[in-house]
């Protein structure tokens, strides 16, 4: 009985000494993220800024290439633009993975945000095109491994 008493109390204090995370820490996003992202037409670079426990900011800079249709295809139709994204992202279901003991490391879950796109096209015959685009999202952000993650 003796053994199973100190075998418990050191289990005890084992357990509270090396946990991860205390009762009293929230489940939140990340501070900050910042990472780049590479296409077939395009790199962009981009931040994830916390601005509250369920709540960030996406800004998101690059450069991509759009064709310009027409009836002759050519390379020459091929144009460069700079965009620049600003997106606040709501992650509602943080706490419901954590519940779950699934990992929410990197802002891994659900999220619903407001994505803003403003392009700056060059075009050298008429000049500089703007146009800007407003785009409610729903999205699931997954972790591939400790470096790569998957958003849809």
Not at 7 to 26: D, G, H, P, V
Not at 37 to 47: E, L, P
Not at 85 to 108: D, G, M
Not at 117 to 134: A, D, K, R, V
Request: proline share 1%; net charge positive.
């Amino acid at each position: 009985m003796n053994k199973f008493i100190l075998f418990l109390i050191f289990y005890l204090f084992y357990s509270i000494t090396f946990s991860q995370k205390t009762k009293s820490e929230k489940v939140s996003v990340e501070k900050s993220i910042l990472s780049i992202q590479t296409g077939y037409f395009g790199t962009w670079i981009n931040h994830e800024l916390k601005l509250h426990n369920q709540f960030a900011l996406r800004t998101e800079v690059g450069t991509e290439y759009r064709l310009k249709f027409a009836i002759k295809q050519s390379f020459d139709s091929l144009k460069n633009q700079v965009s620049i994204f600003l997106e606040p992202k709501y992650y509602f279901n943080l706490t419901k993975r954590e519940s779950k003991n699934k990992n929410i490391k990197n802002n891994a879950a659900n999220y619903i945000s407001l994505r803003t796109n403003f392009n700056i096209l060059n075009n050298l015959e008429n000049g500089e095109i703007y146009f800007h685009t407003l785009t409610p999202t729903y999205g699931i952000r997954r972790n591939i491994t400790s470096h790569f993650n998957s958003r849809a």
